[in-house]
């Protein structure tokens, strides 16, 4: 039962256009949502986040949307930059509940040049 | 320099024998959790702790515990590993009792043969 789903899992984007990496999850009580980068070789490093009291955050070049009718997010990253080719995790988080953290299988993002 | 440190980053054992995954963080941080991540499976929460002798399960704690007897540490304990349990592991920690932006450790891969 996966509660978090990134469907794509790979996403190439020309530089210097905007790179959208979706996410949909299932459970309606995720009040939480995080955005993580991870290079190979390294640890996942944290990007953005957002209640779902809100619908947009935005930090620089990055932007999260939350749509909770559709339960579904977007990180849209403009614009694209070389250093953004990475895997990027969805998560997403129950907090009023307890305090595990369901993260999504990840999109590969190749930047082209 | 903020850091979450693991050790070892690399181990190669056999089955059913005991090992142990050290992590230390220097920020103070409530938070700690131990994630596996496979191919095609993304990042999965195996336990975490939200304070000093309070530990969790997440989505997959088969196989392992865990302890958490000084704020800094977190090691992670494979009582009889099994092949099963080739991985990447990743520990993580953050501020607040919940896991709100972790900063994530280098990554241990283990092989069990």
């Known amino acids: 039962d996966q509660q978090v789903k990134q469907n794509s899992p790979s996403l190439s984007v020309q530089e210097g256009r905007i790179s959208i990496l979706n996410c949909d999850y299932t459970?309606?009580?995720?009040?939480?949502f995080l955005w993580y980068k991870k290079y190979p070789a390294e640890g996942p490093t944290f990007l953005i986040s957002?209640?779902?009291?809100?619908d947009k955050n935005e930090d620089g070049r990055f932007t999260v949307f939350l749509n909770k009718s559709a339960k579904h997010l977007s990180l849209h990253i403009v614009p694209s930059q070389p250093g953004d080719s990475a895997v990027y995790f969805c998560?997403?988080?129950?907090?009023?509940?307890?305090?595990?953290?369901?993260f999504g299988k990840g999109t590969r993002l190749h930047i082209l040049p | 320099e903020a850091q979450v440190t693991q050790n070892p980053r690399y181990l190669i054992t056999v089955t059913g024998k005991k090992l142990t995954v050290t992590c230390s963080q220097n920020?103070?941080?409530?938070?700690m959790s131990w994630y596996r991540q496979d191919p095609g499976l993304g990042l999965r929460q195996i336990y975490y702790?939200?304070?000093?002798?309070?530990?969790d399960k997440g989505d997959v704690p088969e196989g392992y515990k865990v302890s958490r007897k000084e704020k800094r540490n977190f090691p992670l304990i494979l009582e009889s590993p099994s092949p099963n349990q080739t991985s990447l592991y990743f520990c993580?920690?953050?501020?607040?009792?919940?896991?709100?932006?972790?900063?994530f450790g280098p990554g241990t891969r283990l092989t069990v043969t």
């Open positions: 993580a920690s953050s501020w607040g009792l919940t896991p709100y932006e972790q900063y």
């Open positions: 459970n309606s009580m995720f009040d939480y």
């Open positions: 957002i209640s779902s009291i809100k």
């Open positions: 998560a997403a988080s129950e907090m009023n509940r307890d305090d595990k953290i369901i």
């Open positions: 920020m103070n941080h409530e938070y």
């Open positions: 702790s939200m304070n000093v002798e309070v530990t």
